[in-house]
């Protein structure tokens, strides 16, 4: 039925935009034996549910298209749930309702009594003082930027590190019409590790067959791959199978109301090791720039003339998270239960990235494919996620970036680490026309605050910057700024630590990119300069949520938990205040605050 011994996939990628010769690249999809049939297994456990993804090679006629999980007692293997084998995409899941998150379990996937797949099931690590994350993103193919070669460097680091969650932010698969070949080959490449830790996937444009994603909504088929009129190209059903295999093994979605055009969604929050995320899709709803601004440039999302006003890009209607995603955030800074910091998880970042796009002789002035644009999205996104002090991590750029955002004044929102492609097909660089200002003197030129193309306020820390192009194809993982991130959140001192590693390294011994690492505090993730202050909280019990309220406005100015037992609310308005101090039946309110700009009252909370 099913039993291919080659698939050679022909894919014509974006080296057009760039001015690179088109490349042909081959997918295979082995013959493998029966006790073979299971590639990688792929899970989550949230809210002691836990939920798992495997994927399968071609089965031959008659075999099952059925599976079991089953987990070792000590004794024998015992069966825990069954699922079917779904096709197109060979993926089987399943979800085991009141999961013991508190121990860790060796589990393995049964295929027929035939094929076996072992993997454990982490404990969660919320008795732990940090939690890491390792993040990914761009795992391009072709020779020329090193795409061919094995990632056993990063499977050995990433089992050195031991993280607690492992993050892939997109472009898992450049072969645009064949998702489930390029599947198996990242399973073959990374389910070594994917199979024994927590992992979040989230797919990008390349992953669902397209040059760039304006989801528009659903609204709207493109008559490209290149997508820039909005919606989706490939069919329904194809990105679909590419969301089934990807991203259905994450936490439920916070509103599966699918799109217009059926296709689903995945934005959702996942608590973990006492750190609450938020996984967003901030393409999906994203309007398509074509018809929309004028062109200035090749493509309708490539800005080369610098003579445009980029507020003029700031179109009315205009869209990128879109109001179901923002109602999310909303009700998500909020919700403190279990979490003791906020991490964001997008495809990319909030503004333009990189300056130097493909070659250093290319300057682009805007590239409306990044979440800089359209402006007043992006604001009313920080505005959302800083309220709950929320530290980003993305990808997409191509280039590992640590930035803080601003939306008014520089550094008034959160802090992002944008991390490098695992290999990058198309170099970018951070290389401002002028030097950043107000960088501290051990600073290059190039940090600083800056505004992107689109005139968002941005301060930039760290760039990995790639060597300069005339040695790229000698050494195209070293010179083309390839790696990984890590991220370290220290629940017991609220820093948040980024690391930013090459390829071909070893994280127990060489150096990190220049610039990192890089140390914050969760509070600079609302780096909004405060205008007063209300009393400072000497509660009767440490750690709790704290919500404060601008009774003038009834706007939630932020939530967050406090750290130890005092904490003073910093505010941006001399008004009147209330703040909710605890969780549930427990809740203290406090009505009537005054802010000050000189406060010295102390107030005791008894909880």
Not at 242 to 258: F, G, I, K, N, W
Request: glycine share 8%; hydrophobic share 35%; with cysteine.
């Amino acid at each position: 039925m099913k039993k291919l011994a080659e698939l050679i996939v022909s894919v014509q990628l974006l080296f057009f935009w760039s001015g690179l010769p088109a490349q042909n690249s081959i997918v295979q999809i082995p013959d493998v034996a029966p006790e073979d049939r299971i590639c990688f297994p792929m899970y989550t456990v949230h809210d002691q549910v836990l939920k798992m993804t495997v994927l399968f090679y071609p089965l031959d006629t008659h075999e099952p298209l059925e599976t079991q999980l089953e987990q070792w007692t000590g004794e024998k293997w015992d069966k825990i749930a069954e699922a079917k084998i779904v096709y197109p995409g060979y993926t089987a899941h399943f979800r085991v309702e009141n999961w013991d998150d508190t121990r860790e379990v060796r589990y393995r996937v049964n295929h027929n009594n035939t094929a076996f797949e072992e993997g454990i099931i982490r404990k969660n690590p919320e008795e732990k003082d940090e939690v890491v994350v390792a993040a990914f993103t761009c795992n391009a193919i072709s020779p020329e930027h090193g795409g061919d070669l094995p990632r056993t460097d990063i499977i050995e680091n990433i089992k050195r590190i031991k993280p607690d969650v492992l993050f892939f932010s997109g472009d898992q698969v450049y072969h645009h019409c064949y998702h489930y070949a390029a599947w198996l080959k990242f399973g073959q490449d990374f389910g070594s590790i994917i199979r024994d830790y927590p992992t979040i996937c989230i797919p990008d444009d390349h992953d669902i067959g397209q040059y760039n994603i304006w989801g528009n909504g659903g609204k709207g088929v493109p008559s490209s791959k290149h997508g820039d009129e909005g919606g989706y190209y490939m069919p329904v059903e194809y990105v679909k199978e590419v969301e089934r295999a990807q991203t259905s093994h994450l936490p439920d979605p916070y509103d599966p109301t699918p799109l217009s055009n059926g296709l689903g969604v995945y934005y959702t929050d996942y608590t973990w090791g006492g750190i609450s995320f938020a996984i967003l899709e901030d393409r999906k709803f994203k309007s398509g720039p074509r018809g929309l601004v004028p062109q200035k440039g090749p493509r309708p999302d490539h800005y080369t003339n610098a003579d445009y006003d980029p507020q003029a890009l700031d179109v009315s209607g205009a869209k990128l998270l879109g109001d179901r995603q923002l109602d999310f955030l909303r009700i998500w800074t909020t919700d403190w239960a279990d979490a003791e910091m906020k991490v964001v998880l997008s495809q990319t970042i909030f503004a333009g990235g990189a300056h130097l796009h493909g070659h250093e002789a290319t300057r682009l002035y805007a590239d409306l494919d990044s979440n800089g644009w359209p402006q007043t999205g992006r604001n009313k996104a920080l505005r959302e996620i800083r309220k709950g002090f929320g530290f980003m991590i993305g990808g997409d750029q191509h280039l590992g970036t640590v930035m803080q955002h601003g939306i008014d004044d520089w550094g008034d929102a959160g802090y992002s680490f944008c991390v490098p492609a695992i290999a990058n097909l198309y170099p970018r660089w951070w290389h401002p026309l002028t030097p950043g200002q107000n960088r501290r003197a051990d600073q290059p030129w190039y940090t600083g605050d800056h505004k992107d193309g689109f005139g968002n306020k941005v301060t930039l820390y760290a760039a990995a910057n790639p060597d300069t192009v005339t040695k790229i194809v000698d050494s195209p993982l070293d010179t083309r700024s390839a790696g990984f991130g890590v991220v370290t959140l220290n629940k017991k001192t609220r820093q948040i630590t980024m690391d930013c590693w090459r390829r071909n390294t070893e994280v127990t011994r060489d150096e990190q990119y220049p610039g990192w690492p890089v140390t914050i505090s969760q509070e600079d993730n609302y780096g909004r300069r405060p205008k007063a202050f209300l009393p400072v909280l000497q509660m009767s019990l440490p750690d709790q949520v704290i919500q404060v309220v601008n009774e003038a406005t009834e706007e939630i100015v932020y939530t967050i938990r406090a750290r130890g037992d005092q904490y003073q609310p910093r505010v941006f308005s001399e008004s009147l205040y209330t703040l909710r101090i605890g969780e549930g039946k427990t809740m203290k309110v406090l009505k009537g605050l005054e802010a000050k700009l000189k406060q010295k009252r102390k107030l005791k909370v008894e909880l």
